[in-house]
């Protein structure tokens, strides 16, 4: 079975802070892990993937296969990054490549 | 972009509901989530040109169709009070693969069964 954990359902830095956004996984074969996010009142929507290797917005995430992790990463956060992230796994390859979530941190950046 | 319909919904337990979705143009492959409060989405079913792709952990009553023009439905039978949640429905283009593939996201209908 496959599962995606979020430790955090809150986190709030101030304004120029670094940012962590925790992710694990447990998944039996290959897998390609995201980072959803959601501003307010809009739609879900991709952030990065780690297949990509691209930094968004600001933000990184490295797939750590040995500690089976996804941490999102930010070095200095800005007001505009207040959102809900997801972070999801889908299987690499196949034809149903449906998305597992977390259950989400809603991340406050402080003035 | 992906569009659902309608928005919101109310409903009674036992009763039965059809939600829809129109998929990105060009998308062939539809996706449906249930997204409880407080928590992320959970898969219910992928469909891939008409036919069934792929299925979460729900029950039979949870039903979908998905036609030629790329919209599709969600259909579920005896609503019960734990249906109640946002349903997300998900395009993504067929031949998305690795670097590409994506899931699009519609704004969701909130279901409220009581």
Same mark, same amino acid.
């Not at chain 1, 940012?19 to 959803?36: A, H, I, M, R, T």
């Given at each position: 079975?496959?599962?995606?954990?979020?430790?955090?359902?809150?986190?709030?830095?101030?304004?120029?802070?670094?940012?962590?956004?925790?992710?694990?996984?447990?998944?039996?074969?290959?897998?390609?892990?995201?980072?959803?996010?959601?501003?307010?009142?809009?739609?879900?929507?991709?952030?990065?993937?780690?297949?990509?290797?691209?930094?968004?917005?600001?933000?990184?995430?490295?797939?750590?296969?040995?500690?089976?992790?996804?941490?999102?990463?930010?070095?200095?956060?800005?007001?505009?990054?207040?959102?809900?992230?997801?972070?999801?796994?889908?299987?690499?390859? #196949? @034809?149903?490549? %449906? !998305? +597992?979530? #977390? @259950?989400?941190? %809603? !991340? +406050?950046?402080?003035? | 972009?992906?569009?659902?319909?309608?928005?919101?919904?109310?409903?009674?337990?036992?009763?039965?509901?059809?939600?829809?979705?129109?998929?990105?143009?060009?998308?062939?492959?539809?996706?449906?989530?249930?997204?409880?409060?407080?928590?992320?989405?959970?898969?219910?079913?992928?469909?891939?040109?008409?036919?069934?792709?792929?299925?979460?952990?729900?029950?039979?009553?949870?039903?979908?169709?998905?036609?030629?023009?790329?919209?599709?439905?969600?259909?579920?039978?005896?609503?019960?009070?734990?249906?109640?949640?946002?349903?997300?429905?998900?395009?993504?283009?067929?031949?998305?693969?690795?670097?590409?593939?994506?899931?699009?996201?519609?704004?969701?209908?909130?279901?409220?069964?009581?």
């Amino acid at each position: 079975a496959q599962r995606v954990t979020q430790p955090e359902k809150l986190l709030s830095v101030f304004k120029g802070a670094p940012v962590e956004l925790k992710c694990n996984y447990s998944y039996s074969g290959s897998p390609e892990l995201f980072w959803y996010v959601q501003y307010s009142r809009q739609r879900l929507q991709l952030l990065l993937r780690h297949i990509s290797r691209e930094s968004i917005k600001g933000f990184t995430a490295d797939l750590n296969k040995g500690e089976t992790s996804f941490h999102l990463k930010k070095p200095f956060a800005q007001e505009e990054d207040s959102a809900m992230y997801y972070c999801a796994l889908s299987p690499l390859s #196949g @034809s149903a490549r %449906q !998305l +597992t979530f #977390g @259950s989400g941190t %809603q !991340l +406050t950046v402080l003035p | 972009g992906v569009t659902q319909s309608p928005t919101h919904l109310i409903k009674t337990r036992g009763q039965q509901v059809t939600l829809r979705c129109s998929s990105q143009s060009g998308h062939n492959t539809v996706s449906w989530y249930q997204q409880a409060l407080g928590q992320g989405p959970q898969f219910i079913f992928q469909y891939y040109r008409e036919e069934e792709n792929g299925r979460g952990n729900f029950p039979p009553r949870f039903s979908g169709l998905q036609f030629p023009n790329d919209s599709s439905e969600l259909n579920v039978n005896a609503l019960e009070l734990d249906d109640s949640a946002l349903y997300l429905c998900a395009s993504s283009p067929e031949e998305g693969r690795g670097l590409s593939y994506e899931q699009f996201f519609g704004p969701g209908t909130r279901l409220t069964v009581l």
